[in-house]
Structure formats: structure tokens, C-alpha cells
């Protein structure tokens, strides 16, 4: 079954076709790498299947049902989540403070029940913490729990950006280069734990990366898109010998 599927997907800006004419299929519970060289349209891609952008034409399904008009608090319900190349952490605020924000339409955000159901309001917190704590302990980030977002490293925070996604409760997510700014040690980490969701606990994930040891690693299927369209699709094999793959990278690393 595809948990998504872009059906002869555009976006013009200012007349320039970002995006041309792309149809994708992403299956459930597999991960799916997006490649192509810079400028090839990924991110914009990305954009429009998170709601970001609306597109110029095609269409976007999520689930079997069309999302191509929803917003992006709407697609986030249905259950696609996103993280960002640049990790957007609240620095302010703690690390797990940063979880525990997530969760749509919490009762202590309303007045009304933290006056009158006060106890409910404290319990389905603690609820919340719990499930905070435990994203921690998955992700090996408890000891750095109560400092400031802001002050971790960047493997650190693309870590968090990834547990901001799991407290969404959504099974499909799309991360964009989330190995950029990280150490090697940290970014084995990463890779770890994407394996261990995708296997144990059914995430489908759609990423976009340039580090090719890391799309080796984890896609079931790459699709290289270049000049805003899908040139080709496969396995990381197939794709690292298509010829015109070989011939739109000219001398970088597929």
C-alpha cells in the first residue's frame, strides 16, 4: 500500500517551473530517499506534499485521500510529520519542554479547564511528560533533558527534531537532509534510530540526502530528481548505474 502519491505534481514561481510534472509513490513502511543535485527541486517538492506551498497543478494523496488543498495543521492531524535542514527548536525552552509542546489541542492550553477540571488538565500532563521522557530515553537524549534547546550540538538537535516528530504521534514522516551539520558518531545514531522506527514500530520515511553512505545504509527505494522532475527510480544499486543518474550528477557524489 503507498501512504502517498503525487499524481503529475508542478509549481510555477514567477513563471519558473519548480517543479514539473512530478508523480511519486511512497510505500508504507519503507524508507524512500530523495536525491538529486542542488536546485533540483526537493525541498520545493518537499514543501508542497507538506502544504507549505500550494501547488500550481497535479494532485497529492495521503492515505487515499486527497490533500493536495489541505493546510499544513491539517495534513499534521491526518499524520505527516516534517523535520528541516535547519532544525526549528524553541532555544528558549528545555529539551524536554520542546516535546511536551507538541501535542495538539492539550487541555491546559484552555482557561476554561484549568479552572474548572483542573485535576484532568495535571493528568493528561503527566501523560504527556511521561511520553516526553520516554521519546528521550529512545532517542539517548535524558541527560541533556533540562538544558535550553538552543544550546545543544547540531546532531543534538536534529535528534530532538526528530523526537518533536515522534510526539506528533505520526507514522509517516519526511526529513530533509537530516544528516547536514552532523558529526559522524552522532549522525550512526541517527541512522540507528530510523532503522529502529522504520522496523519495530512501522514509520514510513521519505528523506531527502546527499550523504550516500547513510541513503545506502537505509532506502528501500532512491528517486533522483533533477531540474524539478523525477529522472529515474529504484534501488540505490540500480540508481548509482542508471546512466543519465550518472550523467545529471556530472562528478558529484550520487
Known sequence: MNVLRTENLSVN??????????????????????IGPNGAGKTTLFNLLAGTFPSTEG???????????????????LGMARTFQIPHEFHRLTVLENLMVVPLEQQGESLWANWFIPLSVKNKEKKVQQQAWETLEFLELTSVANELAGKLSGGQKKLLELG????????????????????????????????????????????IEHDTE???????????MVAG???????FVEICN?????????????
Not at 514561481?13 to 530523495?34: H, M, P, Q, W, Y
Not at 494532485?59 to 492531524?77: C, G
Not at 537505509?218 to 528517486?223: C, D, P, T
Not at 522532475?229 to 534501488?235: H, N, T
Open 13 to 34: 514561481f514567477d513563471g519558473f517551473r519548480a517543479v514539473d510534472n512530478c508523480s511519486i509513490a511512497i510505500e508504507e513502511n519503507k524508507i524512500t530517499a530523495l
Open 59 to 77: 494532485a497529492i494523496f495521503f492515505q487515499e485521500k486527497e490533500i493536495t488543498k489541505k493546510s499544513p495543521r491539517e495534513r499534521f492531524q
Open 164 to 207: 518533536r516528530a515522534m510526539m506528533s504521534g505520526a507514522k509517516f514522516m519526511l526529513l530533509d537532509e537530516i544528516a547536514a551539520g552532523v558529526n559522524r558518531t552522532l549522525l550512526r545514531k541517527l541512522e540507528q534510530k530510523i532503522i529502529e522506527l522504520n522496523e519495530q514500530r512501522g514509520y514510513t520515511f521519505l528523506l
Open 214 to 224: 547513510m541513503v545506502q545504509k537505509l532506502s528501500n527505494k532512491v528517486i533522483c
Open 229 to 235: 522532475s523525477i529522472l529515474a527510480e529504484g534501488s
Open 242 to 254: 542508471h546512466p543519465t543518474v550518472l550523467e545529471a550528477y556530472l562528478g558529484e557524489a550520487v
